[in-house]
C-alpha cells in the first residue's frame, strides 16, 4: 500500500521540512530570549527574525505581532483585549470564538455561507460600539468574507474589527492595512508550522489589555518565556507559504471529477468565494464518518465536515447557519490540500470515493435526493 494521501491540511498541516531543520537547531541552540548573555541574544535574534518573516505574511509591522500559544489563543486575545463591552460574531465563526463571547450578539449569513451585510449592518449600527469578530476563512467550507466591507460598515457604527485570519493565511493573500482591521489572528499548524504557536496581529496603535500576569514578554502583551523553535518553525512556514500560494485548480478538477460520479453531490459555498484548497461536498445518503472511514481504509485522510476537537462528528453549526438539512449536511466530508498535495493524491481520493460511490451510494439514495 503507497503512503496514505492526505487531504487534510485544514485540520492541520504537515510540518514543512524547512520549518523542521530550523526548529531543531533552533531547539539545539537553546537560550531565553530575554537573557542578556550570548545564548540569549542569539535565541532572541531568532524571535527577532521569525516576526518580521510573519508579519511579512500579512503585511504587518514587526511591531505589530504578538506570538502565543496559536490561533485559539490569539482568537481569545482579541476578544478580552479590545476591551469592548459589546460583541458581534457571524454565526459561522470557529469555536474559539463563539465560546469565547457566549453573549455575543450573532450576525447571520447567506444561503452561499456569505455574511448577511444588510443584517450586519442593521446590527452593527444598534447599539453601543462593538467588537465585530469575523473570519477571512471559513474551516469547513472555505468560504472567503467581505472583510474589508464588513470594516467599512464597523466603522460608521465606531466598531472594531477582529478577523480570525487563521485558515487564509498561506492560502490566500492578506493584508492587514488593506482589509483594515483591527485585530487579525494566525496560527503556525495551518500552514506548515507546528502546532502550538501562533500570533495576534494588534494594528499599530489600537488598544490592546493583556490578560495574563507575568514577565515583560511580547511588548507586556503576552506574559510568558517565548517558544522559540516554535517561533522559528512559524517564520520559516510563514515565509514559505508567501512564496507559493495555493492555486484553485486541482480543487476545481476534484469538483469536477465527484460531481460526474455523484451528479447530486453538492459542493457547499460553490457560489461564494472560497479558499483555493478547501472543498466540502456531501454524497447524498452515505454518512459522513462512513465516507471518512472508508476513504482511510483506502489510505486517503479527510475529516467529517463537522469534525469537532474530540473527532466525534457533531451537526454542522456551520452548514446549518446557511440552510442546509441535517440529512445533507451529515453526509458532508471536507477535502484541503495543502503545500505537499499532488495531482496523484487527488486521483487516489477520486477513485476511493467513486469505489464507494459504486458500492454503497446509489443504492442508499433516498428517492428524493437522487432525483
Ligand atoms: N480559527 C479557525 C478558523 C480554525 O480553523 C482553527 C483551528 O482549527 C482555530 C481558529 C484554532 O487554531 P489553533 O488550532 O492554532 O488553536
Not at 455561507?113 to 471559513?138: K, T
Amino acid at each position: 500500500m503507497p503512503a496514505a494521501v492526505y487531504l487534510d491540511h485544514n485540520a492541520t498541516s504537515p510540518l514543512r521540512p524547512a520549518a523542521f531543520d530550523a526548529m531543531v537547531e533552533a531547539l539545539r541552540a537553546g537560550g531565553n530570549p530575554s537573557s542578556v548573555h550570548g545564548v540569549g541574544r542569539r535565541a532572541r535574534a531568532l524571535v527577532d527574525a521569525a516576526r518580521r518573516q510573519v508579519a511579512a505574511l500579512v503585511g504587518a509591522l514587526p511591531a505589530e505581532l504578538v506570538f502565543s500559544s496559536g490561533g485559539t489563543e490569539a482568537n481569545n486575545m482579541a476578544l478580552a483585549g479590545s476591551c469592548r463591552r459589546r460583541v458581534l460574531v457571524s454565526a459561522i465563526e470557529h469555536d474559539s470564538v463563539l465560546k469565547a463571547a457566549p453573549n455575543a450578539e450573532v450576525v447571520p449569513v447567506e444561503r452561499s455561507g456569505v455574511i448577511d451585510l444588510a443584517a450586519f449592518e442593521r446590527q452593527v449600527m444598534s447599539g453601543e460600539p462593538a467588537l465585530v469578530s469575523v473570519m477571512l476563512a471559513n474551516n469547513e467550507t472555505g468560504v472567503l468574507q467581505p472583510i474589508a466591507e464588513i470594516v467599512r460598515l464597523a466603522r460608521k457604527a465606531g466598531a472594531l474589527v477582529h478577523c480570525d485570519a487563521v485558515q487564509a493565511a498561506g492560502k490566500v493573500p492578506v493584508d492587514l492595512h488593506g482589509l483594515g482591521v483591527d485585530y487579525l489572528s494566525l496560527s503556525a499548524h495551518k500552514l506548515g508550522g507546528p502546532a502550538g504557536v501562533g500570533a495576534l496581529v494588534v494594528r499599530n496603535g489600537v488598544r490592546f489589555r493583556a490578560d495574563r500576569r507575568g514577565g515583560g514578554q511580547e511588548s507586556n502583551r503576552r506574559a510568558g518565556t517565548e517558544n522559540v523553535a516554535g517561533i522559528v518553525g512559524f517564520g520559516v512556514a510563514a515565509e514559505a507559504a508567501r512564496a507559493g500560494l495555493a492555486a484553485a485548480a486541482l480543487r476545481d478538477r476534484l469538483e469536477q471529477a465527484l460531481r460526474s460520479i455523484a451528479p447530486q453531490a453538492r459542493v457547499f459555498g460553490a457560489e461564494a468565494e472560497r479558499l483555493p484548497n478547501t472543498t466540502c461536498v456531501s454524497m447524498p445518503g452515505v454518512a459522513a464518518a462512513t465516507q471518512v472511514m472508508a476513504l482511510d481504509l483506502a489510505g486517503v485522510c479527510v475529516s467529517a465536515g463537522a469534525a469537532c476537537s474530540s473527532g466525534k462528528v457533531h451537526r454542522s453549526a456551520v452548514l446549518a447557519a446557511m440552510g442546509v438539512s441535517d440529512a445533507e449536511a451529515g453526509s458532508a466530508i471536507r477535502i484541503s490540500s495543502g503545500w505537499n498535495s499532488r495531482a496523484e493524491d487527488v486521483d487516489r481520493l477520486i477513485a476511493a470515493w467513486r469505489d464507494l460511490y459504486v458500492r454503497v451510494g446509489q443504492s442508499d439514495i433516498p428517492k428524493s435526493q437522487a432525483a
